[in-house]
């Protein structure tokens, strides 16, 4: 698969665990926690990373960040790990599906994720959407306003953007996910946001799903 396909698929697959998986014994939650990882290890078609919402979230407990050239292979890597025996214990609490593309204002399609580069210890997560009016400006004057949000997020280097597109697969317009050593700069960073003319447009930027990058051996021990 080329990962580097400006056409790649995200789907962002957040799950609640059932309480009664809490109960099962020791040995059996290993022996499952090793057949749901072999699922995702052995599918050459779809990348992933895991992520743990573990007391930061009380509607989700871990998310899959998946990539693939297909939604279809997607579809197929989340229907075999609800076969496995965790599978029957985790419910989906929010799905968001999208496609890496070049930006309409930079021309650039970047992903951090896709360019093999290390995680970083966070990552947050939410749809965002713009009002019509936003896209019945003049593209010059729309423009003009991205350069300003722009330089907002320069003053941030420490922090990673991975912007993918919406339109026509999903509610909302772009899925946002933001990667960070520094969990306060992007506190910072979205405060200053809010300042800027493109705010103006903005009709929904939530849920803001807050989550910590881990191996999923420990994503799924994070469980308890």
Do not use: C
């Amino acid at each position: 698969m080329d990962m580097s396909s400006e056409h790649t698929f995200f789907n962002f697959s957040f799950f609640k665990v059932d309480q009664k998986w809490r109960w099962l014994n020791d040995m059996t939650k290993k022996e499952s926690a090793k057949e749901f990882i072999s699922i995702l290890e052995q599918e050459n078609n779809v990348r992933y990373r895991s992520y743990s919402l573990v007391g930061l979230r009380e509607d989700a407990d871990f998310m899959l960040w998946l990539a693939a050239d297909r939604i279809d292979y997607m579809q197929s890597v989340i229907a075999k790990l609800y076969r496995t025996v965790l599978g029957k214990y985790i419910t989906p609490a929010y799905t968001y599906l999208s496609v890496l593309k070049p930006s309409t204002y930079t021309g650039k399609a970047e992903s951090s994720f896709l360019k093999g580069e290390k995680p970083l210890r966070y990552v947050i997560v939410y749809p965002f959407i713009k009002s019509r009016e936003w896209y019945l400006l003049p593209y010059e004057e729309r423009k003009r306003m991205m350069e300003e949000h722009a330089l907002v997020g320069k003053k941030f280097p420490m922090i990673k953007l991975n912007t993918s597109y919406s339109f026509g697969l999903d509610d909302q317009d772009f899925m946002l996910a933001f990667e960070t050593d520094d969990l306060y700069s992007f506190h910072e960073l979205v405060m200053q946001l809010r300042e800027t003319q493109v705010s103006r447009y903005v009709v929904k930027d939530t849920p803001m799903l807050v989550s910590i990058y881990k191996p999923l051996e420990e994503v799924i021990n994070d469980l308890g």
